[in-house]
């Protein structure tokens, strides 16, 4: 009775499996199909959102605005979010500058534990691991959203003014002083990023091709 239980439990789960893995090859032929217009899509949004911050040029409101909702195509959650009145210290440069760089970390550190698991206990977690391509894809389409303004972020650590008294402003906020001991080990950090988001992202875009 135990064998026959377990053999209708065993062909249930294959059944499961393979309408599992009927939906994901739907989608993904779904998927293969208007990926390249949307990435067309959204790149272009990516580009026109970071237009007035990188060219550093004044837009009426009504364009301002219009740029500022495009930076949801980004995942540029820093400029969706008013930090700014939720923290009683503020939220400068600096902060935007770490929460920019470390959420997608841990956001994808979350998303790449399951493609991990998938790979080392396979025979534990075959339904992980039918869908492990799908969430390797997921990872990579975050990549994809957050790289313009990690990047553009980054650099932004560098980009300094300095003025007829001497004091050297950073262009992304005034309110930080260059010269500061502060800002410099903010730049050491910025470094750090560079190799990680502008340098590594396309690095591993290239290993993976």
């Known amino acids: 009775m135990n064998t026959l239980s377990d053999q209708t439990a065993n062909a249930r789960k294959g059944e499961k499996a393979n309408d599992l893995q009927g939906v994901l090859s739907g989608l993904k032929e779904v998927w293969n199909a208007i990926k390249s217009p949307i990435k067309i899509l959204v ?5 026109n959102a970071n237009f ?3 060219f550093k040029l004044p837009n009426p409101p009504s364009v301002s605005k219009m740029f500022g909702f495009l930076k949801f195509f980004q995942l540029d959650v820093a400029a969706l979010v008013p930090f700014a009145c939720l923290f009683d210290g503020g ?3 600096h902060s935007k500058l770490v929460f920019n760089t470390v959420w997608p970390l841990a956001v994808g550190a979350f998303i790449m534990s399951f493609v991990l698991v998938a790979d080392t206990i396979p025979e ?3 339904t992980l691991v039918s869908v492990r391509s799908v969430i390797f894809v997921i990872f990579l389409t975050l990549t994809f959203f ?3 303004v990690t990047s553009n972020t980054i650099f932004n650590s ?3 003014e300095r003025f007829d008294d001497g004091f ?4 992304a906020d005034f309110s930080i002083d260059c010269d500061s001991p502060k ?8 470094c750090f990023m560079v190799m990680l988001y502008p340098l590594g992202i396309p690095l591993m875009y290239i290993v993976i091709m």
């Open 52 to 54: 007035e911050d990188v």
């Open 183 to 190: 800002h410099k080990s903010f730049m050491v950090y910025a």
């Open 124 to 126: 534990k977690v075959p």
């Open 146 to 148: 957050v790289y313009p």
């Open 91 to 93: 939220f400068d440069f």
């Open 43 to 47: 790149g272009s949004f990516q580009i």
């Open 158 to 160: 560098f980009a300094c």
């Open 168 to 171: 050297s402003g950073l262009v």
